[in-house]
């Protein structure tokens, strides 16, 4: 058994739902495997979960090139900065704010090991499990400039939403069972 389905095996029945989604999402659909793998570990590195992380890789690395991995995760530490200092400016809506100079490096976004628009996808489901819109906006008209349709932009938010849930889920099964029950009185 893998080291990902090991992990499936171990969400608990309360999140079953998460534990099907997890299977599906990661097959077919609208995403080339480089984009659907991309996706998948990028977010479980957003969602902070390094055994989920690490069990996508493991799956992703017998389908996809080194460089997919490689740039997942910078794509995932990049959104982790991007996300904060946008959704900030986003937030406060002060013109004064929006004018300056953001002064981040970014020359990974621009210079991805695969392909701009396959980084720029990646980059759009981290930042909706961040919930910043002015990322996700920017990040969704590049790809869909790029030649993506928006069934792989759904399919791409699809799967960070159930990697999100997934970590989420498998957070719920390391509690203890008498650490969840309820206090009586």
């Given at each position: 058994?893998?080291?990902?389905?090991?992990?499936?095996t171990?969400?608990?029945?309360?999140?079953?739902?998460?534990?099907?989604?997890?299977?599906?999402?990661?097959?077919?659909?609208?995403?080339?495997?480089?984009?659907?793998?991309?996706?998948?570990?990028?977010?479980?590195a957003?969602?902070?979960?390094?055994d989920?992380?690490?069990?996508?890789?493991?799956?992703?690395?017998?389908?996809?090139?080194?460089?997919?991995v490689?740039?997942?995760?910078?794509?995932?530490?990049?959104?982790?900065m991007?996300?904060?200092?946008?959704?900030?400016?986003?937030?406060?809506?002060?013109?004064?704010y929006?004018?300056k100079p953001a002064?981040?490096?970014?020359?990974?976004?621009?210079?991805?090991l695969?392909?701009?628009?396959?980084?720029?996808?990646?980059?759009?489901?981290?930042s909706?499990?961040?919930?910043?819109?002015?990322?996700?906006r920017?990040?969704?008209?590049?790809?869909?400039?790029?030649?993506?349709?928006e069934?792989?932009?759904?399919d791409?938010?699809?799967?960070?939403?159930?990697?999100?849930?997934?970590?989420?889920?498998?957070e719920?099964?390391?509690?203890?069972?008498?650490?969840?029950a309820?206090?009586?009185a």
């Open positions: 058994m893998s080291r990902l389905e090991t992990l499936r171990s969400i608990p029945d309360a999140a079953k739902d998460i534990k099907l989604n997890l299977q599906a999402v990661l097959q077919g659909g609208a995403l080339t495997p480089e984009q659907r793998w991309g996706v998948a570990i990028a977010s479980a957003a969602a902070r979960r390094g989920l992380r690490d069990a996508l890789i493991d799956e992703a690395r017998r389908e996809v090139p080194e460089a997919v490689e740039d997942a995760l910078a794509a995932a530490a990049l959104m982790a991007n996300n904060v200092y946008y959704r900030f400016r986003h937030m406060i809506g002060k013109p004064s929006a004018g002064r981040l490096r970014m020359n990974r976004m621009v210079q991805p695969t392909n701009k628009t396959d980084f720029e996808l990646v980059s759009l489901a981290v909706a499990i961040a919930g910043c819109e002015a990322c996700i920017a990040h969704e008209q590049v790809v869909v400039e790029g030649g993506l349709t069934d792989a932009v759904n791409a938010v699809r799967i960070a939403a159930t990697v999100n849930a997934a970590a989420t889920a498998l719920m099964a390391s509690v203890a069972p008498a650490a969840a309820p206090i009586s």
